[in-house]
C-alpha cells in the first residue's frame, strides 16, 4: 500500500473516531461509547451501550488487508458492524445475538456513523419516554392530568 492510500484510510480512521465521539457528546445521556477489544472482549473495537442496562450494544470491528490486529501500524480498510441484544436462551444463559449486521468500507466511513446514529438515537428515544412515563399516571388523576393520560401503555 502507498503513503497516500495509507493517509487516506488514516483520516478515514480518525474521522470515524471523532463522529463516534461526537454521537456519544449527542447522546451521552443514554449513550456511552467503549473502547474494546474484540479478541479479549468479543465485541468490536468501539462498542456503543445504553448507560442503563447493557442488553444491547452496537459493534463496530476494524477490519484489515495484509495484516491483522497485531501489528501497530495497521490500519483499517472496513469496519464490519453488528447491532446485538442478549436473548435469554433456556439452559444456555444469555448470549448475545446478531439483530443487523454489515461491512462499510473505509471510504465510506460516513455511512457507518450515520447507523451509528440511528442506533444511538433510538436508544436515547426509547431512554428518554421510560423517563417520562409514570406508574401514578394510572392511579391518580391529578399526576394524569399532568402528563395527559401518558401511561406505560400509552
Known sequence: MNDAAID?????MMALDAGLHRITETFGEHVQLRDEDPVV???????LYPVEGS??????????AGTDWSDDERVPTSWS???EARVTQPGHGHP?????????ASADYARL??????WAGAIHALAEREVSLSPEA???SSVAQEFEGRTFLT
Open 8 to 12: 487516506e484510510l488514516t483520516r478515514n
Open 41 to 47: 472482549f468479543g465485541a468490536g473495537h468501539y462498542v
Open 55 to 64: 442488553t444491547v450494544r452496537l459493534s463496530i470491528t476494524e477490519q484489515y
Open 81 to 83: 458492524w453488528e447491532a
Open 96 to 104: 448475545w445475538v446478531t439483530l443487523a449486521e454489515g461491512e462499510v
Open 113 to 118: 456513523l450515520n447507523i451509528a446514529e440511528g
Open 138 to 140: 394510572v392511579e391518580q
